[in-house]
């Protein structure tokens, strides 16, 4: 990451304890002393926090951050520092996977949803789903998402499901 022009970036994360951290595509550029590029401004995935292939993602991922939320015609990003540990719901000690989840640890293997999804044995269509809600992993589903998650030393924190 040394050298690359998103290092002030990156530099600036480390040194915050906030999160999230929200700043505006004008913050950004006076970190950067450069402007952003165009794609920036018009394009969703040019912030998108993957792993492979994008210097400015590397930026704030190494810095212990994902973009949480964008607001492109505001010209504003938010970035979030996922917890050290998540909090899961457990029941009949099956962790009830969310969307949140699925993707925390999709990123901590380093994964796109399609590698994600053929180490799944699904569609990266159902990894999608899963990440944005539309529904949960079958338990099936979500006995395999645990032995991945143990396998990849991803760390949880489980608790009894509340009783309704």
Known sequence: MNGSKYQPLQDFLSRSARSPVTLTFAEIETILANPLPASARTHRAWWSNRSKGALQAAAW?????????????????TFHKPPDVYK?????????????????????MGMT??????TLGVRQQTVSEWEKGVYAPTRASAKY?????????????ASAQPES
């Open 88 to 108: 899961v719901q457990q029941v009949n000690d099956i962790v009830q996977w969310n969307g949140e989840l699925v993707r925390a640890l999709r990123r901590h």
């Open 113 to 118: 949803q399609a590698e994600l999804a053929q």
């Open 61 to 77: 991922i190494q810095a212990g951050y994902t973009v949480k939320a964008l607001d492109l015609a505001g010209e504003q990003v």
């Open 145 to 157: 998402l645990m032995l991945v998650a143990e396998q990849a030393k991803f760390t949880y924190e």
